[in-house]
C-alpha cells in the first residue's frame, strides 16, 4: 500500500482545521506546525511527525473516525492519533495510560505539551483560564513522567 506523503498529511491537516483559531485566538494551522516541528526537534520519525500533524483531528471533529479508519496511513500513525485524542466524559488517568501503552504517542503528546504550555501562548489568556490550563497540562505531564518543562 502507498501511504500518504508528510506534505499531503499536512495538507489535510491545515485544510481540516481551516478557519480554526486556538484559545490565543491564532490560527490552528500554527499549533500542529509546532506540535510537528516539536516532534521533529525531538528526533521523531515521520510516523511520529505525521501523527502530530493529525493529532488533535478527531478531537475537533475536524477529521472523522471512519475518514481516519480509512485513510492511507500506516497502522501506527493512526494508533498514536487515537490514543492521544481525548474522548469525551474520559479520565485523566485512563488517557494518559493508554499513550503510554501506545507505541510513539509519548512523543506526539510531549510535544502537544510544550506547545500547549508556552508561557508566550498562555499569557494572552484571561487569569482563570491560564491558571486551569497551567494545572491540567503539569497534571498530564506528571501522570506521563515527564519532567517539568
Do not use: C
Not at 3 to 24: C, W
Not at 128 to 140: F, G, H, Q, S
Amino acid at each position: 500500500m502507498t501511504y500518504l506523503s508528510l506534505a499531503d498529511v499536512e495538507f489535510i491537516a491545515r485544510e481540516a482545521h481551516a478557519g480554526q483559531r486556538d484559545k490565543a485566538g491564532r490560527p490552528y494551522a500554527e499549533h500542529l506546525r509546532a506540535v510537528a516541528d516539536g516532534v521533529r526537534a525531538r528526533g521523531g520519525s515521520d510516523e511520529q511527525i505525521a501523527a502530530a500533524w493529525l493529532h488533535d483531528s478527531v478531537e475537533d471533529d475536524a477529521l472523522s473516525r471512519a475518514w481516519l479508519d480509512a485513510a492511507a496511513l500506516p497502522p501506527s500513525v493512526k494508533g498514536m492519533v487515537l490514543a492521544v485524542t481525548k474522548v469525551r466524559g474520559e479520565d485523566t488517568v485512563t488517557y494518559t495510560r493508554r499513550i503510554l501503552a501506545t507505541p510513539g504517542a509519548l512523543l506526539v503528546k510531549e510535544a502537544d505539551l510544550a506547545h500547549n504550555a508556552d508561557p508566550g501562548r498562555l499569557a494572552v489568556l484571561d487569569e482563570a483560564t491560564r491558571i486551569r490550563l497551567t494545572e491540567k497540562y503539569a497534571e498530564v505531564r506528571r501522570l506521563l513522567g515527564l519532567p517539568r518543562p
